[in-house]
């Protein structure tokens, strides 16, 4: 059962990193706005916690500190799946610790290739990084 807990967990804050535009925009609760941001989700103040996760998204090099939180989850699944003696479930956690893995990288190729584009624009075509 606590290898169910901890992989449900862990789907949970992967899907709330993915959604929380959406879910801040219709004014849902997100783990992942409320880890990027100390304030309300509250409409009035939608427009700062936007602003707040796109900063830490940059400063953090893809939020490593939220994603190290979900490998962690699926860590203590894969450790409980297998005192169970479930191959097959540790497999499985495996496959969606890869998953969240390369789903981290592409977040972190994304916000480089933005923090590039960006850095052109500010200094100009003649900026080579």
């Known amino acids: 059962l606590a290898a169910v807990d901890h992989l449900l967990a862990a789907a949970?804050?992967?899907?709330?990193?993915?959604?929380?535009?959406?879910?801040?925009?219709?004014?849902?609760?997100?783990?992942?706005?409320?880890?990027a941001s100390p304030l309300p989700q509250i409409p009035q103040q939608?427009?700062?916690?936007?602003?707040?996760v796109l900063e830490r998204i940059v400063l953090e090099h893809a939020t490593k500190p939220y994603f190290d939180l979900i490998q962690n989850q699926l860590h203590r699944s894969s450790a409980n799946?297998?005192?169970a003696g479930c191959p097959e479930?540790?497999?499985?956690?495996?496959?969606?610790?890869?998953?969240v893995t390369d789903h981290q990288a592409r977040l972190a190729r994304n916000v480089s290739a933005l923090l590039k584009e960006a850095t052109g624009l500010l200094l100009g075509e003649t900026y080579h990084h």
């Open 12 to 35: 949970v804050l992967l899907d709330h990193e993915r959604d929380w535009p959406v879910d801040l925009e219709a004014g849902r609760y997100n783990t992942f706005v409320h880890y």
């Open 46 to 52: 939608q427009t700062a916690n936007r602003r707040r």
């Open 81 to 83: 799946a297998q005192l």
């Open 89 to 99: 479930f540790v497999a499985h956690i495996q496959a969606f610790a890869a998953e």
